[in-house]
């Protein structure tokens, strides 16, 4: 079946970028998502990419999109103390699941001051 | 107001017990969705439904059931609760229409099982 995989966490400092890296099996995903929780809180869609599209920006926010080696990349630039949370890639599925998503695992992104 | 409502939000119980998890939403839309999340392992799906009449197992129903009692409502059911239960609930909603078909969460609930 479909399978999401990313790196369980991330640490970096105040004002640095962080790259968080995900890769997928299944590429009929007709959008991929970037999703955040923060601490105590829900997920909240963060960002996504069309499928046709290999990169889009969103003020601090980069999303690599690489088709060829089904991998998806979230950059955060300038990251800030706020943005400590966990990130989650998505993907589509469909098929009998008619549009459900599968997500990774998450990563937590730390930033340290 | 919150779009996406979950009832409790913190739950203690012992090992079977029934226990109701309520999800409620304003946003008008048919697609509601129940995923647990444990440390490490992400969100899996439970059950989904895609109108009043429509419930579809997720990737892991065994243990739980839902209702889905009205567009705005679907519950989610452990009929007699064990301690791998206790995860973190998430309730979503979506529809197919909108930007990318966003799913919306609610605040979750934290479900002990002793």
């Known amino acids: 079946g479909e399978d999401v995989e990313q790196s369980l966490f991330l640490s970096v400092r105040e004002g640095d970028s962080s790259v968080i890296n995900c890769t997928y099996t299944?590429?009929?995903?007709?959008?991929l998502y970037w999703y955040k929780q923060e601490p105590g809180a829900g997920l909240q869609l963060l960002t996504y990419?069309?499928?046709?599209?290999d990169m889009k920006q969103d003020q601090r926010l980069t999303v690599l999109l690489n088709k060829k080696d089904k991998h998806l990349s979230l950059r955060i630039a300038d990251t800030q103390t706020g943005d400590s949370a966990i990130y989650f890639c998505?993907?589509?599925?469909?098929?009998?699941?008619?549009?459900?998503?599968?997500f990774g695992k998450g990563t937590k992104l730390s930033v340290k001051p | 107001d919150a779009d996406v409502t979950q009832t409790p939000r913190n739950r203690i119980t012992k090992t079977g017990k029934r226990i109701m998890l309520e999800c409620s939403q304003t946003?008008?839309?048919?697609?509601m969705y129940w995923y647990r999340q444990d440390p490490g392992l992400g969100l899996r799906l439970i059950y989904y439904?895609?109108?009043?009449?429509?419930?579809n197992k997720g990737e892991i129903s065994d243990g739980y059931s839902v209702s889905r009692q009205a567009q705005a409502k679907f519950s989610l059911s452990l009929e007699s609760a064990i301690p791998n239960q206790t995860a973190l609930y998430f309730c979503?909603?979506?529809?197919?229409?909108?930007?990318?078909?966003?799913?919306?969460f609610g605040p979750g609930t934290r479900l002990t099982v002793l």
């Open positions: 439904s895609f109108d009043v009449k429509d419930i």
């Open positions: 946003k008008g839309h048919d697609r």
């Open positions: 299944d590429s009929s995903s007709t959008y």
């Open positions: 998505a993907i589509e599925t469909y098929g009998g699941s008619q549009g459900n998503l599968i």
């Open positions: 979503a909603t979506s529809d197919p229409g909108t930007s990318a078909n966003e799913q919306f």
């Open positions: 990419i069309f499928s046709n599209m």
